[in-house]
């Protein structure tokens, strides 16, 4: 049985006492939210924090709140089902409804949040591992060792960003905002992000997710699309999110499409969102613009299913994903998706 590290526990009842705390603690403290990442991770000797600051008891962090014209405001404590169960985000912000309703288990989503999966540590075959097994490959650049078993001549890591809801919210153009003891910022989602296994957020040790604002989506439809082993539960290893206002001519005004876990972070198809502008999403329109869209999938071996699959799947989901923003049925492909995967080889 693998056991916890020591750890001093502290569970503020405000996010003001939160962000004292953590300030206090400076790089040693880690937030604690479900847990459902980070305490295994503790236990295989991968993240070791000489503090856990506990958010479940600060209220603030799980409300939601509607926004001036119609937008919403999540709490980072909202727990996965909570995301999956709230109707109105079924209804209008469908991508982060479609994410969360495929994150892990039932038991997981009960106790994951939000935040923690925004927030979610990098993934990769030889990282999430246990202690002993990677002593037995001398660790890697992640975590106390000096090379990478992905790409050896790298001296960056290259672990797969692997949370479902940061694509899809990336594709409803998603804003945070952080708090600390010096103030607070909000930022956009997208720049909440670098392309790298190790350092793999901009945000500071002592900041807090403290919400995540959401836009109203008036005239905008959205989609996510999520490859994974099993279908009853597998973290991402290639996803599509999309989401495009069309206006009553079937013509697309705006669009973002975003292909997440095929690197270190969520990535923008910016040649895809250009070309589709302007554009009646016709097959031949969405061939080319799902073709721009897997051009920034660049998956790499560090991960489930062959990486040449992986990338093939990027334009395949995209081209599905749009055809579903266009208003065709797509149910038989999502199905045929999920028997597919199961039995592949690769
Ligand atoms: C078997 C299994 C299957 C899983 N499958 C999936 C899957 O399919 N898709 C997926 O996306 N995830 C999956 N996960 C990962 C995880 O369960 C989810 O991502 C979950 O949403 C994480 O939330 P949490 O509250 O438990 O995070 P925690 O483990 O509490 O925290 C995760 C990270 O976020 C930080 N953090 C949390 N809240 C804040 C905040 N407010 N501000 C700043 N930092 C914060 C923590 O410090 C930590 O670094 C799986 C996990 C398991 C064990
Ligand atoms: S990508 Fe390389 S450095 Fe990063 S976790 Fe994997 S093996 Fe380690």
Known sequence: ????????????????????????????????????????NMKRRQQVPATLVALRRVKELRETRVRK???????????????????R???????????????????????????????L?????????SYEWRK??????????DMCWV??????????????????????????????????????????????GIEYLTRRPDEILSEVLLDSQAGWRSTYWKLRRRGSFDFPVLSVAA??????????????????????CPMIAAQACDFLAGRRLDDETIEEAATLAARVAKPLDNTDFAMGWRKKVAREFATYALRELRGDDTRL??????????????
Request: with cysteine; hydrophobic share 40%; glycine share 8%.
């Open 1 to 40: 049985m693998m056991r916890l590290p020591l750890f001093q526990y502290r569970a503020p009842r405000s996010l003001s006492e939160a962000s004292r705390i953590l300030e206090g603690e400076g790089a040693r403290a880690m937030l604690l939210a479900g847990g459902t990442d980070l305490l295994p």
């Open 69 to 87: 014209e119609n937008g919403l405001a999540l709490g980072p404590c909202l727990t996965i089902t909570e995301i999956a169960r709230n109707s």
């Open 89 to 119: 985000i079924k209804e209008q912000y469908t991508a982060l409804w479609q994410a969360a309703s495929q994150i892990a288990t039932p038991h997981i989503r009960n106790l994951g949040t939000l935040g923690g999966n925004l927030c």
């Open 121 to 129: 540590d990098t993934r990769c075959n030889y990282y999430n591992q």
């Open 136 to 145: 037995a490959i001398n660790f890697c650049i992640k975590k106390e060792g």
């Open 151 to 196: 790409a050896t001549g790298s001296h960056r890591c290259v672990a797969v960003s692997s949370t479902d809801t940061a694509p899809a919210l990336m594709a409803l153009g998603a804003r945070l905002r952080l708090v600390s003891q010096r103030g607070e910022r909000e930022i956009d989602l997208v720049d909440f992000y670098r392309n790298d």
């Open 243 to 264: 989401a495009a206002r069309i206006d009553g001519d079937g013509v697309v005004e705006n669009a973002r499409v975003v292909i997440g876990s095929a690197a270190s």
């Open 333 to 346: 492909a999502r199905e045929r998706l999920v028997r597919h995967s199961l039995f592949y080889q690769g």
